[in-house]
């Protein structure tokens, strides 16, 4: 299971993701071209954060729906290529990152924090449940996120050791 690290160093903010630089996709949204941040309701390094743990973190799942043999994802019956669902993801990303922002990036331990897949994926089903009583009726990017609810705890911190 992918695991998400937040730590303040004296060269500033490091996150990484299985012990890798994490991508901060500046590519999809520039929030804060320097780097990311957390703990911080108003801060633009907040909100690059969460799109770049969201962003990773749908690639992947979406990644590990199409490696095995008929897996995969599919809208209204009709099967996506593994092309349409990444930009289905990124598209879901964008748009439901501020989200994420608000309820985890923003709120983390300033210091230190751990967060895993599961972490995530029920967070993103939390958002996905909130924003379909908008229309009424599940998107792409709503089938997005209910495919991955795949956890249970809520999204956790931990101080170091």
Do not use: N
């Amino acid at each position: 299971m992918r695991t998400y690290e937040g730590r303040r160093t004296e060269f500033g903010c490091v996150v990484t993701v299985d012990g890798q630089p994490l991508d901060p996709r500046l590519d999809l949204v520039s929030h804060c071209p320097q780097g990311f941040e957390w703990g911080y309701a108003r801060g633009t390094g907040s909100a690059q954060l969460a799109l770049a743990i969201v962003v990773d973190h749908c690639h992947h799942v979406v990644a590990d729906l199409y490696r095995h043999p008929g897996g995969g994802m599919s809208v209204d019956g009709l099967p996506l290529t593994r092309r349409a669902a990444l930009q289905a993801v990124e598209d879901t990303a964008v748009k439901g990152h501020l989200m994420f922002k608000a309820m985890v990036t923003s709120r983390l331990p300033l210091d230190h924090w751990i967060m895993t897949a599961a972490d995530v994926s029920k967070v993103l089903c939390r958002i996905g449940e909130a924003t379909i009583g908008e229309g009424g009726r599940p998107t792409t990017a709503h089938g997005v996120l209910a495919v991955m609810a795949e956890g249970t705890a809520p999204p956790s911190s931990e101080e170091p050791s």
